[in-house]
């Protein structure tokens, strides 16, 4: 697309969205600011209508709700806005948290999914952190934008301004940059639902004030009776699936027990909603209660994404993609985002290459912090061990820090099997910092280990 037409939308973008947002009827609950401009999605939904399409493509990829097969690794670029001298941004320990609290909904809702970080730019621009959402966000996005991966933007907050009233919007998907905008403060599900948009997934509550062409019915076998529109309005309106029942916006319909309190409220067919909270596409009033992403939900993100340019890239049928494969503990690649080892335990961590398009700079993982804590044990031997499996064992190297970064120990992982032994000599409760360091490109697959801390 050429940069006039792309401007030409985003104009396009910034008055329908004035157009429509003018109708809405509760304008202080904004959390995810899209809900209007993908009405206008007309993005190929080969489902819409027929929801059969999604269970025989999860039989077709052999999908099963028991088995957390990780079939896409896809990279994140984080574009993170802070003020002009560094100061007030996401610090490197609160994006590991975004990033364990997305995956962690991906592994419980067996999504298929795994993310990681492929960079992380910090732009130092002060009138950059609150971010105005109709031409600002939509502009930053488009102008910040890398192949291959979900650019997601981060800022302090994005302002929403219509007809006077000022609105908060903490998360959103623009659907012309295909961008993903949080904030600093977003919820726990706050990314996988704004990922949610990128793979195609809609609003279960989208429509709801709507008429009967457009509004879903909390009947699951209401057809439509005219001549040119047929099948299940369920299938078509709303979020267009028939496994997210029915909803309302539910902003101020979920009680502190996470149950849905709106049941006296009606469809445009009369039926009372019996609507559920816990989806993560869905607006609860308690951001916590949202948890899961139903079978029809993890059809279309995987369908989505197979649909992808880059799918051949993300996707882990293809062998050669198994060197993306990054461990659970990551990001852990600075002090700040150490990652905890508990004494007497093993953790697996990997090294692994960085999938950037049409890139010949070799990017891979270099470096992997873990942190632990002893106390009382004066006199006793701190012991780390390191396995490792790969035969060209020369490339890595083990480091261990006081927590005031002195350098206590350095050695090169010249054996299988290389163990550390450390003296402690306080009683008094100390932190340590284990680097491994990888000197070398992983060509082939990613490199694996594992690592335990003991005190003998
Ligand atoms: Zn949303």
Known sequence: MNRKFYIILLALGFFVNIGIQSKAQFLDDEFCGNNEILNLDVRKKPWK??????????????????????????????????????????????????????????????????????????INKTKRIKLGYFLEAPWQSFVHKDKGCINVFVTQTIKKRVWGEKYMVRGTFNTVTDAVLIQYNSSTTGLS?????????????????????????????????????????????????????AEPKLSHLVNNDCEFIGKSLKDRWGDNYQSKTDNIMSYPTHYRCRKVFTEGQKAVMLYSASQNKYAPFWTTAQA??????????????????????????????????????????????????????????????????????????????????????????????????????????????????????????PVNHAFIYQISVQIL
Not at 327 to 345: C, H, L, S, V
Not at 378 to 403: M, R, V, W
Not at 418 to 438: C, D, G, R
């Open 320 to 441: 050669e993609n198994l060197v993306y494969r990054f461990d659970k503990y990551e990001p852990d690649n600075n002090k700040e985002t150490a990652t905890i080892i508990d004494i007497n335990t093993v953790q697996q961590h990997s090294f692994h290459k960085i999938f950037i398009p049409e890139n010949d700079k070799l990017v891979f993982d270099k470096e992997d912090w873990l942190t632990f804590q002893t106390e009382n044990t004066k006199g006793k031997t701190i012991n780390i061990t390191l396995n490792y499996q790969n035969t060209d064992n020369k490339q890595l190297s083990i480091i261990i820090f006081d927590e005031y970064m002195h350098l206590l120990k350095e050695k090169k992982v010249s054996q299988n099997k290389t163990t550390i032994n450390l003296p402690i000599k306080t009683s008094a409760k100390s932190q340590y910092f284990i680097l491994i360091k990888n000197n070398k490109n």
């Open 49 to 122: 209508g027929a929801n059969s399409f999604l269970y025989d493509y999860l039989k077709k990829i052999n999908y099963s709700d028991d088995i957390d097969s990780i079939r896409y690794l896809v990279p994140l670029k984080f574009w993170i806005y802070q003020n002009d001298d560094g100061s007030i941004g996401l610090s490197d320990s609160t994006l590991k948290r975004f990033m364990d609290e997305l995956n962690y909904y991906q592994q419980l809702n067996k999504t298929g999914f795994r993310y990681y970080i492929r960079e992380i730019e910090r």
């Open 193 to 245: 639902h704004e990922i949610g948009h990128y793979f195609g997934l809609l609003h279960p509550h989208r429509n709801y004030n709507k008429g009967k062409a457009k509004q879903e019915s909390v009947s699951r076998t209401r057809a439509f009776k005219g001549i040119f529109k047929k099948g299940l309005i369920c299938e078509k309106n709303g979020d267009g699936l028939a496994d997210t029942p």
